[in-house]
């Protein structure tokens, strides 16, 4: 690749994006207007947010004791209010005095009624013998000859509040009513305890004394670092993707990509100019957002004096120098990473229009990334380090509240994961641009019957790229939604019960179904022909061999990602209560290993294959297959173990081949789980290879080394096979082999 070519379609789209006046607007424009504009905003607003006052109804406020005095005048005692002011808020109303002759369920029903009317915001009701039980009590406490019993202060009737939940001003006028009457009952017992010359301190007999250690910076860049990073990601994400829409979808509907693809550049080196120009505007919009909002952030603090004195543990005020400063150097992984995604995304699409619409798909699947890093059970650490964008957030929350010793131990898994996903990201653009198909689509309506029509009527031997997403995406909203309707198995039977049901309705009967209904061959389609050779023993072979592997994987994968203790514990008991290990083999090894199969790698992977990219097409697969498991320890492991039966499904052409390296994999775990004890007690020389841990076993690093050097033999063994190749993967191969000569000259 020669990076001349890069800077040259660098600087030319950069020029292009220049000139562009919405491009200008949404980068400069926008943030320099949009926080003073939402700054006046707010300040506008605000004259809203005062508190109104309320009224308050007061039945019975003749039986109300003399002291403490609850009542004074037409408010509450000021006494009862930390700040003067808040008495003001409350506008007392007392009932007539000969609410007495009124029975309880007419008064309850006449608060009620004012209540509702909107008359009154909330009624209290004092009941008759009120003030006569809290003497009664007070004499209590004095005699020392007579006990105080529970059942004597139950005695004392409560006072009722009635309120209408679903009107704003009721619900406010209950919570300042509670807090008053909160307030007089503490009142009323340090008066009795005064009275019998009892000190308060037996009502409280320690109070707790807090010290905040954290320095005023230190509480700022808390409070900063949980929205800041957000800020940056949402701006970084909104500013890489339009910039990728109008270069990519933008130039294919101005006729302008042909030019480009007619230049010496190569395909890879248009890219990363395409890419570098994403990330520069990716950037820009991200820090001239960051330096509006802090400008006007700075200026308005002054002016909340008000809200600093209502909330004075709300550090008010910009966050520390360095805080910022982290913020601009992680500006460059999340506008790589992010760039990346927008660009595959936008060559992928037709037309600016369709472009747009991708962007909400993406902002859905991010959105859950960059709003966990914000919850506080949330924190860093090797598993949460290896989520992309939550690992990223993470790592800069730390930086920003600096907490270098954390950040360092886990800045190479958190560069490494963006990275890695950075490189899938523009490997999958590179081969966007490859792909003639895709960068001269013609922009069409989507008609659903139509496509679904054309599909059936179109048939090929086997599925084509849209059957096979159709097919694991209903796939997955079935074992999603199953997920919900099926109850926990509580004995084995009903765990076998429901485990052979869902297989078999939610992966093999799609699977079948569509292969017969959407393809004219759907033997070739499910892979249903003998394999050559001894390639069902190697299979057999190589699952073994990768069962010490699979094993250290989940181990590695059960510390990062702890699974519930109640869980573990339920699907032990469960498999305790199998009747036999034969039963166990059936319902939990050779039942997925069927039918995951004839519906991942029979049918999807099929279909998938029509990419031109084998690789592509057991990768995504794989991705499918683990998602598919639900929980994430499984889905990762699955999705490893898929990627090896990809490629054995690829190689050897055959569904049984998958299947019994499935069923091989699947049994070696149940039975390492069920038979390790009475296998070692047979077998003590093998303590050498299995190591006795901490709820169960574990094998040895160099068995786990040995056995995957052979498995490794065995791969090589399956890349020699003779494999057949779609019509797509050949043109595609005869593509890359022509690029290669073409370098080498």
């Given at each position: ?613 084998p690789s592509w097409a057991i990768l995504l697969t794989s991705l499918l297959f683990g998602v598919a498991h639900g929980i994430i320890q499984q889905s990762i492991a699955a999705s490893i173990v898929g990627c090896v039966i990809g490629y054995l499904a690829v190689q050897s052409g055959s569904i049984l081949t998958c299947i019994l390296f499935h069923l091989t994999h699947n049994s070696l775990a149940i039975l390492s789980q069920v038979l390790m004890d009475d296998f070692l007690a047979f077998l003590p020389a093998a303590k050498w290879a299995v190591q006795s841990i901490e709820g169960g076993y574990a ?47």
């Open positions: 690749m020669k990076w001349s070519n890069v800077k040259l379609i660098f600087s030319r789209e950069v020029r292009d994006q220049l000139r562009d006046r919405r491009t200008l607007f949404t980068i400069a424009v926008l943030p320099i207007f949009l926080y003073p504009l939402l700054g006046m905003l707010v300040f506008q607003v605000m004259q809203f947010t005062r508190e109104y006052p309320v009224r308050i109804w007061i039945v019975g406020s003749e039986h109300l004791p003399r002291q403490p005095r609850l009542i004074e005048g037409t408010l509450f005692s000021a006494g009862l209010f930390s700040y003067p002011k808040d008495n003001e808020l409350l506008e007392v109303v007392l009932a007539d005095s000969d609410s007495d002759a009124k029975g309880s369920e007419e008064l309850q029903f006449e608060a009620k009624r004012a209540v509702q009317s909107g008359d009154f915001d909330a009624v209290i009701i004092f009941p008759p013998s009120f003030s006569e039980q809290l003497e009664r009590f007070r004499k209590q406490l004095g005699d020392s000859r007579l006990p105080i019993y529970d059942e004597a202060v139950g005695e004392i009737p409560s006072p009722r509040i009635i309120y209408d939940q679903t009107r704003d001003e009721s619900r406010v006028a209950k919570e300042r009513l509670a807090m008053v009457l909160h307030n007089w009952r503490e009142n009323i017992g340090r008066e009795y305890l005064k009275q019998n010359n009892i000190s308060e301190i037996v009502a409280k007999p320690f109070v707790a004394e807090e010290t905040d250690v954290a320095s005023e910076d230190q509480r700022r860049a808390a409070v900063w670092s949980k929205l800041l990073p957000f800020v940056i990601l949402i701006w970084a994400l909104t500013g890489a993707f339009y910039p990728a829409i109008d270069l990519c979808a933008g130039e294919k509907e101005r006729g302008t990509l042909e030019t480009l693809l007619c230049s010496p550049a190569r395909r890879s080196e248009i890219v990363w100019g395409k890419l570098l120009t994403i990330m520069l505007f990716s950037s820009a919009t991200a820090l001239l957002n960051l330096v509006s909002m802090s400008v006007t952030a700075t200026l308005m603090m002054g002016q909340l004096e008000q809200l600093e004195q209502t909330f004075p543990e709300l550090p008010m005020g910009m966050p520390p120098l360095i805080s910022l400063v982290w913020l601009i150097v992680a500006l460059i992984p999340v506008s790589a990473l992010f760039s990346a995604l927008s660009l595959a995304l936008a060559t992928f699409a037709r037309s600016a229009k369709e472009g747009q619409y991708y962007l909400m798909p993406l902002l859905l699947v991010t959105m859950p990334l960059i709003v966990l890093p914000v919850l506080p059970s949330v924190q860093l650490e090797l598993g949460t380090s290896l989520i992309p964008v939550t690992g990223l957030m993470l790592l800069l929350k730390s930086l920003m509240e600096s907490d270098y010793q954390l950040a360092l131990l886990h800045v190479i898994p958190v560069i490494g994961m963006t990275a890695t996903c950075c490189l899938f990201a523009i490997r999958w653009a590179i081969d966007q641009f490859n792909n003639e198909s895709v960068l001269f689509r013609e922009s069409e309506r989507v008609d659903p019957g139509l496509w679904l029509r054309h599909m059936v009527r179109n048939r090929g031997d086997t599925p084509s790229i849209g059957a096979a997403l159709l097919c694991a995406t209903f796939l997955l909203i079935l074992r999603f939604f199953a997920n919900f309707q099926l109850s926990t198995p509580e004995s084995w039977s009903e765990l076998a019960t429901v485990t052979i049901i869902s297989q078999i309705a939610f992966f093999a009967a799609p699977a079948l179904i569509m292969a017969f209904i959407l393809t004219r061959n759907p033997r070739a389609t499910l892979l249903f022909r003998m394999p050559v050779g001894f390639t069902l023993p190697a299979a057999f072979l190589l699952a073994a061999l990768l069962h010490p592997t699979a094993m250290t994987i989940s181990a590695q994968l059960q510390e990062l990602y702890p699974a519930p203790e109640q869980l573990q514990v339920m699907v032990q008991k469960l498999i305790d209560g199998a009747p036999n290990i034969w039963a166990l083999l059936l319902v939990l090894a050779l039942t997925p290993a069927i039918c995951e199969e004839l519906a991942f790698r029979g049918f999807i992977l099929s279909g998938l294959r029509h990419l031109g990219h094998y040895s690093w160099p068995f786990v080394v040995a056995s995957l050097a052979l498995a490794v033999l065995i791969l090589v063994w399956f890349s020699r096979l003779p494999h057949q190749l779609y019509a797509e993967e050949q043109l595609q191969e005869a593509i890359d082999n022509q690029t290669v000569r073409a370098v080498a000259k």
